[in-house]
């Protein structure tokens, strides 16, 4: 059965609904910028206590330094500063309420969330996930053969990782995707942008037998359990290099 998607008339109302929501919770929602603006308000004592609870202070600062130096930051890094992706969620529910795709640097910014934009090969998404050495329950298993089902193209990629991909998310399901995976225990985030390699069995970085042989190294299943990457660690680490 093909989704029709919203009507014009539902499209209008649940923009504007949404809009609102936004517009309403904005000024309460965490970002980098933000919070950089609050610790240079705050006393020295306060903001010496802030950076150091923040473990992405000391790569926005090398940054600064980078740009004081007369260096540039590539457009990719000036959008997280703009915009933290993981501080968009009303937007994408706006996106797909509206049945939008992302603009600009914000293809880069839905990276984070393991939602790649792919056209022109498909006007549609491709949803990574993350599998610590490739282990997924049967019940997990048949979860998200139906997630593909009814928010894809009806079937899964297996990719040389030992991880798994939902091909041909159409921009209405963006959000919905995302909830399906996460309430099966699943998860996306960091499957692209500035991420950690997960651990798999085909590398040095998981043990082959993870998961399956209760005497094997658990590391390997253990690190899906913190899944989100430090949100400017490989650039920033570029830039300290450089510096």
Known sequence: MQDSGFTEDQKQYLEGYIAALVKKRSAALPTVSSSLGANAQASSTQSAEIQLKDPAFIHIAAQDRWVEGGGKLVPEEVA?????PFDMWDEMLANAAAGRFPKGTDIFLHKF????YVAPNQDAFMLRLRLPGGIVSSHQAKGLGSVAKRFGGGYLHVT????LQIREIGATHTTAV???IDELG???R???ADNIPQPDRQSRRGHRFAGADRYAPPHSRAASLHPEPPRTLR???QVQHRL
């Open 190 to 192: 960091g499957a692209g």
């Open 186 to 188: 699943l998860t996306s």
């Open 178 to 180: 995302l909830t399906a």
């Open 80 to 84: 997280k500063r703009a915009k933290h």
């Open 113 to 116: 969330h393991g939602l790649f």
């Open 160 to 163: 040389t990782r030992a991880n």
């Open 235 to 237: 650039a920033a680490a």
